[in-house]
């Protein structure tokens, strides 16, 4: 089983999010300038685009539960206090039981595993002084049975861990199954939605009842509609749905030299998250403009219709040049503000910014800003030279991928 430094994690998507800004609108098209690629030094990375090979039952799991994220409530949805993403709770696709066990408990695994779980997706969301919390998980079962033995199973064996726990009742939503600890200022909720089971935990800064019953209320009413959009992949085709139908990764760097780097939730090393559960890293998959956004500050709407990501790489996708130049002047002048000290790009190109974060991680000090087009394109690297020479290749690749 893969795994990441958590703090990595965090500070490259805190990183990556900058890309997503906007500012005010720029007169003009921006044409890209035109360079001589043979001169650039590539180092070891890959600068010819690659081609997508065939997908399999994983990924296509995988793909799966990205496109479910593309109907999944912003938190502030619920609750307009709960603006911010939650650092220990990421926006992530759930594509196995396994993956959810590291969000729920391993229980939980048990209980998808006997329904037949396909896919899912996790989104949560905090207010500003991080006391009150509200994560949403979607979990695609087989059929509507399925989704309901399910729903209620996971909150029995959820609520059987502590003999302190009771059972709540859901105003206008009596099939929902909730429980919590009357001193803990916590609650859980289930409920199943078509072939869907939505898992939500609420968090409130005191052991209110009231409070708490309340977000999961809204919570519902702001998320099971949307699962209505959802049109599901049929079982027996998920191995055909394509790695990179946006043709966003043949654009990004692979992991590995000539090797497409394919869909994968990577697990976060839990012995480096004091106190904390599993945290999850997806890898090697597109997202589309609502999951973008939800990645992002969430604090500004993102023109971003897509964005890749492959490791702690991303790639953000805008309508049209002039949206990518907004956004990438924006970040510029908010990178600038966080003080990061500006280091010097491969030679002979434009629109390349490169930072270093001697106070960051040691894996992501480097970072570099590629525009071109309607793309930005955020590498990182643990020393300045790889830095350029990834950069650089990073650049390449959007040249030639079109």
């Known amino acids: 089983m893969r795994r990441c430094d958590p703090r990595v994690a965090v500070r490259a998507t805190a990183l990556l999010a900058v890309a997503a800004l906007t500012g005010c609108t720029v007169a003009g098209t921006p044409e890209p300038a035109r360079v001589d690629l043979s001169a650039l030094d590539f180092?070891?990375?890959?600068?010819?685009?690659?081609?997508?090979?065939?997908?399999?039952?994983?990924?296509?799991?995988?793909?799966?539960?990205?496109?479910?994220?593309?109907?999944?409530?912003?938190?502030?949805?619920?609750?307009?206090?709960?603006?911010l993403p939650a650092d220990s709770k990421p926006t992530v696709p759930l594509p196995t039981p396994a993956k959810v066990s590291g969000v729920l408990s391993e229980q939980a695994r048990a209980v998808l595993d006997k329904y037949g779980m396909v896919a899912g997706f996790q989104v949560a969301g905090t207010d500003s002084v991080r006391t009150r919390g509200l994560s949403?998980?979607?979990?695609?079962?087989?059929?509507?049975?399925?989704?309901?033995?399910a729903a209620a199973d996971l909150d029995a064996t959820d609520a059987a861990v502590s003999p302190?726990?009771?059972?709540?009742?859901?105003?206008?939503y009596a099939a929902a199954r909730a429980?919590?600890?009357?001193?803990?200022?916590?609650?859980?909720?289930?409920?199943?939605?078509?072939?869907?089971?939505?898992?939500?935990?609420?968090?409130?800064?005191?052991?209110?009842?009231?409070?708490?019953i309340?977000?999961?209320?809204?919570?519902?009413?702001?998320?099971?509609?949307?699962?209505?959009?959802?049109?599901?992949?049929?079982?027996?085709?998920?191995?055909?749905?394509?790695?990179?139908?946006?043709?966003?990764?043949?654009?990004?760097?692979?992991?590995?030299?000539?090797?497409?780097?394919?869909?994968?939730?990577?697990?976060?090393?839990?012995?480096?998250i004091a106190g904390g559960k599993t945290l999850l890293h997806a890898s090697g998959v597109v997202y589309g403009p609502n999951v973008s956004y939800l990645n992002g500050t969430r604090q500004q709407r993102s023109a971003a219709d897509a964005f890749a990501m492959i490791g702690f790489d991303g790639l953000m996708r805008y309508?049209?040049?002039?949206?990518?130049?907004?956004?990438?002047?924006?970040?510029?002048?908010?990178?600038?503000?966080?003080?990061?000290?500006?280091?010097?790009?491969?030679?002979?190109?434009?629109?390349?910014?490169?930072?270093?974060?001697?106070?960051?991680?040691?894996?992501?000090?480097?970072?570099?800003?590629?525009?071109?087009?309607?793309?930005?394109?955020?590498?990182?690297?643990?020393?300045?030279?790889?830095?350029?020479?990834?950069?650089?290749?990073?650049?390449?690749l959007l040249v030639l991928a079109g």
């Open 43 to 83: 180092g070891t990375y890959q600068h010819v685009p690659l081609v997508a090979p065939d997908g399999d039952d994983y990924s296509g799991r995988v793909l799966e539960s990205v496109r479910i994220g593309e109907v999944m409530i912003n938190p502030a949805k619920a609750d307009a206090a709960l603006s």
């Open 164 to 172: 302190d726990n009771v059972a709540v009742t859901i105003p206008n």
């Open 214 to 272: 309340a977000l999961i209320g809204k919570a519902f009413d702001a998320q099971l509609p949307e699962l209505d959009r959802f049109v599901a992949t049929p079982i027996d085709q998920l191995a055909s749905l394509p790695l990179d139908g946006e043709k966003m990764l043949t654009r990004l760097i692979p992991e590995k030299l000539g090797r497409w780097s394919r869909p994968a939730v990577l697990l976060i090393d839990r012995e480096q």
């Open 179 to 212: 429980h919590w600890r009357p001193t803990v200022a916590s609650m859980a909720a289930t409920v199943a939605r078509g072939s869907f089971v939505v898992s939500v935990l609420v968090t409130h800064p005191t052991p209110d009842a009231a409070a708490l």
């Open 319 to 396: 309508p049209d040049a002039v949206e990518a130049r907004r956004a990438f002047d924006r970040g510029t002048r908010s990178l600038a503000a966080d003080g990061l000290r500006t280091v010097a790009g491969p030679a002979g190109l434009a629109d390349i910014e490169c930072l270093d974060d001697d106070a960051g991680q040691p894996a992501v000090r480097y970072a570099c800003r590629v525009l071109h087009g309607r793309y930005i394109a955020t590498v990182f690297a643990p020393q300045e030279q790889q830095a350029k020479q990834k950069a650089a290749a990073q650049y390449s």
């Open 136 to 149: 949403l998980l979607a979990l695609r079962m087989p059929d509507s049975d399925a989704a309901t033995k």
